[in-house]
């Protein structure tokens, strides 16, 4: 079945993928040292939506890949997309980024990882995500095929999906969240990167944003009704994500971080956050990204590569400019900048219209293209020059 091509979805997967490499600086640049306060804002800002909207793209998908395909289609598009890559990079370059994070920190990163140790310690690393996806995957298909016989559930859940399109529906949507996140040690979602033992809490926590994405593709109306409503939901996201921000700023005052009044308002400012600014930005990619831009898909396609490539390039960056005199905001320009300036070409060059690309994200025309890829590939190596 033929559906038409949803731009500004595509666009906001890259963007959650993308702004990994500022995250990611930032977390190299803070195993020396720790962060000062616009950093740790930063970083902050970064992960109040990245994730949680991520998940929320990833349901939609996946509620349209298997509506209008079928399970079995869906399960070897997945198998292709994502299970090959992730046992691919957990073999390859996860031992790779253990040992360069444990170079790069001050206290031992992991255990018994040192040398070829890191090759034979397995854990997801900053793959944890697609670890976390599958298991919500495989855990939302047994719940379609368990209700598949059972109409009721399943039309009381759509019909019930409408109310996601009130605008009081995030800070409905804010409790749930904000108690599963009650045990995280900051007013932040962790990354549960140590283990292939999921976090139950955590794993609820992003089942929540994948299930809205679902409902999202399976309503009918209810993703143009929340796109439609972006300036409301943007509003009550610049009220709640000051207070938040400043609470998480704020965690090392004793009168704050060890009270739990103030961890609960946290929380709940965190997650009413959350997700005002995933359903906002669902608006303002529809209004600024909804026709077809050749550019923005060939970023849209690079960005997996992107992702799944970039921490070795990054940490090794890491290594050689760790311990120059600079800034630190220099020091994080650097790393993203250049880890961009390297791995972009390379998408162009050996990804994109090769076996990789293939699996990556499906076979792309080389003509009449090429130029246009040819334009892109030189942009990103001057633009991290001009800022180096």
Request: proline share 7%; net charge positive; charged share 15%.
């Amino acid at each position: 079945m033929k559906t038409e091509r949803l731009h500004h979805l595509d666009a906001l997967r890259a963007l959650t993928m993308l702004l990994i490499l500022p995250g990611h600086a930032l977390a190299l640049v803070g195993l020396r040292g720790g962060w000062n306060d616009l950093e740790s804002a930063t970083y902050w800002t970064i992960h109040v939506f990245r994730l949680p909207l991520f998940f929320i793209v990833a349901g939609f998908f996946a509620a349209l890949l298997v509506t209008t395909r079928g399970t079995g289609s869906f399960l070897r598009n997945r198998a292709v997309r994502i299970w090959i890559p992730f046992a691919v990079c957990l073999v390859a370059v996860v031992p790779l980024v253990t040992l360069e994070l444990q170079a790069l920190s001050e206290q031992p990163h992991r255990a018994g990882a040192e040398g070829l140790g890191a090759f034979a310690d397995p854990h997801p690393s900053f793959l944890w995500f697609l670890w976390y996806l599958t298991l919500i995957y495989a855990a939302t298909l047994l719940a379609r095929w368990a209700l598949r016989p059972i109409p009721a559930p399943r039309q009381w859940l759509v019909r019930h999906g409408r109310l996601l399109g009130h605008w009081s529906a995030p800070l409905l949507l804010a409790l749930p969240t904000a108690l599963l996140l009650y045990r995280q040690p900051t007013w932040l979602a962790i990354a549960p990167s140590e283990s292939f033992v999921p976090r139950l809490d955590l794993l609820g926590y992003y089942a929540i944003f994948f299930v809205t994405g679902w409902l999202l593709y399976a309503t009918p109306g209810l993703r143009e009704t929340i796109e439609g409503k972006h300036r409301s939901y943007l509003a009550i996201a610049a009220v709640a994500l000051p207070p938040a921000l400043a609470l998480y700023l704020l965690q090392s005052e004793p009168a704050i971080g060890t009270s739990k009044a103030f961890h609960v308002l946290a929380l709940f400012l965190l997650s009413i956050s959350t997700w005002t600014l995933a359903f906002g930005l669902l608006g303002l990619a529809r209004r600024f990204c909804h026709a077809a831009n050749s550019r923005l898909r060939y970023w849209t396609d690079a960005a997996y590569w992107i992702y799944l490539s970039h921490f070795v390039v990054m940490g090794a960056l890491a290594l050689a400019v760790v311990d120059l005199p600079m800034p630190e905001v220099v020091r994080v320009i650097i790393l993203a900048g250049f880890t961009l300036a390297m791995i972009f070409p390379a998408y162009g060059l050996f990804v994109r219209h090769t076996a990789i690309g293939r699996v990556l994200h499906g076979p792309r025309p080389q003509a009449p293209e090429r130029r246009q890829s040819r334009r892109q590939l030189t942009r990103p190596a001057a633009v991290a020059g001009r800022r180096a």
